[in-house]
């Protein structure tokens, strides 16, 4: 007698199978990617809580927020030598007393003779996952500079300068002296001094760590990818200069170490709009050697970027992280970024 049940499915059942098992993949995929980039945006987010409640903390302590690096004097150097940035003096607050320990404060950041090494290599190379946005690489994205054997720890956290449109002592845009925002060169900012209110006034944001060659010069803006480089005029910082550069990533790509308080590290400001894509973040050195106390001072025209889809998670100096679009006006933007500038924001 026939027997009356197939063994197994023929080639076209099979074949009808497999594709509907391909159609519910590539229906869940985006689904969990989606998944993972909320949860990585949540994590990203806490990370720049924890670096608020450092910051309050440090005032609590010595009655003024950290600088965005520390520019003293020290042996005759020009101040752009102690570089010692937010993230380094905020260590003690974070529970990083290691890495702190690793750093001595007495000394400038940079040696004072060749080869100019940064003067702590163990805290130079740690790698401190609260400095990272699990959205991005988490990589070093340099290895073997200044007389340090390895990679150095990068960040993506940037504590904010204010608009950019400032020229401080050097007269150039971006400069990090005397700016407009909560953070910058020698400051000693207190709440107190934020009449536009600490909801009102951008900390810090997130920056995409770097990416491409170093000290490369493209054929076109075209081949200048404005979400990873950043382009160096080799002269002043103004618009002209920056948006017809063809140098990018100059010596170091950004984002390269979390002890700096540079443009390229750990300062950024509101010049242009969030996750811009036309306008690349633009660093240069300000190399006026009549004065000495300020040569190589690096200057940026810059803004927050991050690998979140439509905008970037900003720190308030409240304490608060909210997210921005890439949407908001330039205005407004700019706005966020000052401490007294007395703007009405309104919604952003």
Not at 31 to 36: C, F, I, L, P, T
């Amino acid at each position: 007698m026939r027997n009356r049940f197939r063994s197994g499915f023929t080639l076209i059942e099979l074949l009808v199978v497999i594709a509907i098992i391909a159609i519910l993949i590539g229906l869940l995929l985006p689904a969990v990617q989606k998944v993972r980039e909320a949860a990585a945006r949540i994590k990203c987010t806490n990370n720049l809580k924890q670096l608020a409640l450092s910051v309050h903390n440090y005032e609590s302590s010595l009655g003024n927020l950290p600088p965005a690096y520390r520019g003293q004097q020290i042996g005759g150097a020009p101040q752009y030598y102690d570089l010692w940035g937010t993230l380094a003096l905020l260590t003690p607050y974070l529970e990083q007393t290691a890495v702190y320990n690793a750093i001595d404060l007495n000394l400038t950041m940079y040696q004072l003779v060749p080869p100019y090494g940064i003067q702590a290599p163990i805290a130079a190379q740690a790698i401190v996952p609260i400095f990272l946005c699990p959205s991005d690489r988490a990589v070093a994205v340099e290895t073997n500079v200044y007389s340090i054997p390895g990679p150095l720890g990068p960040t993506n956290y940037s504590f904010c300068l204010g608009t950019g449109t400032t020229r401080g002592r050097t007269n150039w845009l971006g400069s990090p002296y005397d700016a407009d925002g909560a953070f910058f060169a020698q400051s000693k900012t207190k709440f107190t001094d934020m009449t536009d209110g600490t909801s009102n006034t951008a900390a810090g944001s997130e920056r995409i760590l770097g990416d491409g060659d170093d000290s490369n010069t493209v054929a076109s803006r075209a081949d200048i990818k404005t979400k990873t480089m950043y382009v160096n005029p080799g002269a002043e910082t103004t618009d002209a200069n920056c948006g017809s550069s063809l140098r990018v990533n100059f010596n170091q790509r950004r984002g390269y170490s979390w002890v700096a308080g540079e443009p390229r590290c750990t300062s950024y400001n509101h010049y242009y709009l969030p996750n811009d894509k036309i306008n690349p973040d633009c660093v240069a050195n300000y190399n006026i050697y009549t004065d000495p106390k300020l040569s190589s001072t690096g200057h940026g025209l810059s803004t927050a970027r991050s690998q979140h889809t439509g905008g970037v998670n900003v720190m308030l100096c409240d304490g608060s992280v909210r997210f921005v679009r890439d949407s908001i006006d330039l205005t407004t933007w700019r706005s966020l970024a000052t401490r007294s500038g007395g703007e009405v924001l309104g919604d952003y």
